[in-house]
């Protein structure tokens, strides 16, 4: 069965400082991988997909398959990034059910 | 911008009580879905629902959930007969295809 790891339960950095929040899968398929933030009292928001590539507010991952990892990379922090960070996996071909890492808060100090 | 919406926002139970939980999908979404995460834990897959039918659903989801589209714009979960263990946030998604939108969660309490 697929899995996602997310081995940091809370992150903390400095305003300006790098940050990486990694993510593992455990999958011998091809999976699509992607990066929620859900920041205070608000409702879970895609941040990215690994299918397009893109950065969203900074923010970058790539997916690595020989390491099965999609880490989510931002070279300079800001206090806004403070949030809850979940990585996904859905399945192609496979229908459309994610299945959830365990999640990272992000706290980013002035 | 379009949201999905979810109501109640925090609904307590007590043991043994039937609860239904509502969502309202975007209008022109095709897929629905209930997700739930308990207090500390991982949110979770419940169910899906396309096409006026259960299209996947997870172990979690027995003979003691069920979903619903009564009326072609809500989406209901119920629960027919809550446990402690059933306390936990539950978030409803919908999507076209692919591109989840997430309601912002109803946070059920089971006493």
């Known amino acids: 069965a697929q899995r996602v790891t997310q081995p940091e339960k809370l992150l903390s950095v400095f305003k300006g400082a790098p940050v990486e929040l990694k993510c593992n899968y455990s999958?011998?398929?091809?999976?699509?991988l992607f990066w929620y933030v859900q920041y205070s009292r608000q409702r879970l928001q895609l941040l990215l997909r690994?299918?397009s590539r893109e950065s969203i507010k900074g923010f970058t991952a790539d997916l690595n398959k020989g390491e099965t990892s999609f880490h989510l990379k931002k070279p300079f922090a800001q206090e806004e990034d403070s949030a809850m960070y979940y990585c996904a996996l859905r399945l192609q071909n496979a229908g459309n059910m994610l299945t959830f890492g365990g999640g990272t808060r992000l706290m980013v100090k002035p | 911008e379009p949201e999905v919406t979810q109501t109640p926002s925090h609904q307590v139970t007590q043991m043994g009580q039937e609860v239904i939980l509502r969502c309202v999908p975007i209008s022109n979404h095709l897929y629905f879905y209930w997700y739930r995460q308990i207090l500390g834990q991982k949110v979770e897959f419940l169910v899906s629902f396309y096409n006026n039918e259960i299209s996947e659903k997870s172990e979690i989801f027995d003979d003691q959930f069920s979903v619903e589209r009564p009326d072609g714009s809500n989406f209901t979960l119920k629960i027919r007969s809550t446990k402690l263990e059933d306390s936990a946030m539950y978030f409803c998604?919908?999507?076209?295809?692919?591109?989840?939108?997430f309601g912002s969660g109803t946070r059920l309490t089971v006493v």
């Open positions: 998604a919908s999507s076209v295809v692919f591109g989840y939108t």
């Open positions: 999958y011998s398929g091809s999976p699509e």
């Open positions: 690994h299918i």
